[in-house]
């Protein structure tokens, strides 16, 4: 059973910082791709950050400076953490990974955690 679980939201002044986290049970992140998406209210979810299993980046142009997206192989978590925080960063945050896949079997489908809110005030 594949589990995605984030945390580290919260409330943050403008300029702030925030680590967040997701941590998987089910699969190993160092042979998924891995993203993470948010969704403000009354828009659609969007992608902010991937990694992929090889640890190549991608970042979407809003957050590119801001945020950089990490995996810990060892902790089988992976971490996004943002920095110089604006109130259009306000959103839940959501971890997603792709089919993921084992070393025998691969999924049919998406996974996604239930989501982190992240609030920046002005």
């Known amino acids: 059973q594949v589990q995605l679980v984030e945390s580290g939201g919260g409330l943050v002044q403008a300029g702030g910082s925030l680590r967040l986290s997701c941590a998987a049970s089910?699969?190993?992140?160092?042979?998924?791709?891995v993203s993470w998406h948010r969704q403000a209210p009354g828009k659609q979810r969007e992608l902010v950050a991937s990694?992929?299993?090889?640890?190549?980046?991608n970042y979407a142009d809003s957050v590119k400076g801001r945020f950089t997206i990490s995996r810990d192989n060892a902790k089988n978590m992976v971490y996004l953490q943002m920095n110089s925080l604006k109130p259009e960063d306000t959103a839940v945050y959501y971890c997603?990974?792709?089919?993921?896949?084992?070393?025998?079997?691969?999924?049919?489908?998406?996974?996604w955690g239930q989501g982190t809110q992240v609030t920046v005030s002005s």
């Open positions: 997603n990974v792709p089919r993921p896949m084992g070393s025998m079997w691969r999924s049919l489908r998406d996974y």
């Open positions: 089910g699969i190993i992140f160092g042979i998924n791709d």
């Open positions: 990694i992929t299993s090889a640890g190549g980046t």
